[in-house]
């Protein structure tokens, strides 16, 4: 049974980075042939796709977001990381750690981790 953990700041100053750490135990993160996404869902709003890390390494990220996003990952401690710089209140949201598979399914989530952006 693949299990995802979101863990990092709940509060976070305009003009700042976000930081948050995704722990994935159950299967490694560099498995074929799997994506490793983060998406987020504002108050009040749908779901948005932030960006993945691939099983190979490799990153993708929402057009909209890309200038500020980076994705990375650390194979030892089976845990891949978002960054997003120079937040705003628009990046308040709840932030999700999920897998998905070269179909598209997004079969694991984690349980979402409440980010709120104010001074």
């Known amino acids: 049974q693949v299990q995802l953990q979101e863990s990092g700041p709940g509060l976070v100053k305009p003009s700042q980075t976000l930081s948050l750490t995704c722990t994935v135990s159950g299967g490694s993160i560099t498995i074929n042939y799997y994506y490793w996404s983060w998406i987020r869902q504002p108050p009040g709003k749908g779901l948005e796709w932030v960006g993945y890390i691939a099983y190979s390494g490799s990153t993708y990220y929402c057009p909209s977001l890309k200038s500020r996003t980076s994705i990375s990952r650390d194979t030892s401690k089976n845990q891949f990381t978002l960054q997003l710089s120079s937040v705003t209140p628009e990046d308040t949201a709840v932030y999700y750690c999920?897998?998905?598979?070269?179909?598209?399914?997004?079969?694991?989530w984690g349980q979402g981790t409440q980010v709120t952006v104010s001074s």
């Open positions: 999920v897998r998905g598979s070269s179909s598209g399914q997004l079969d694991y």
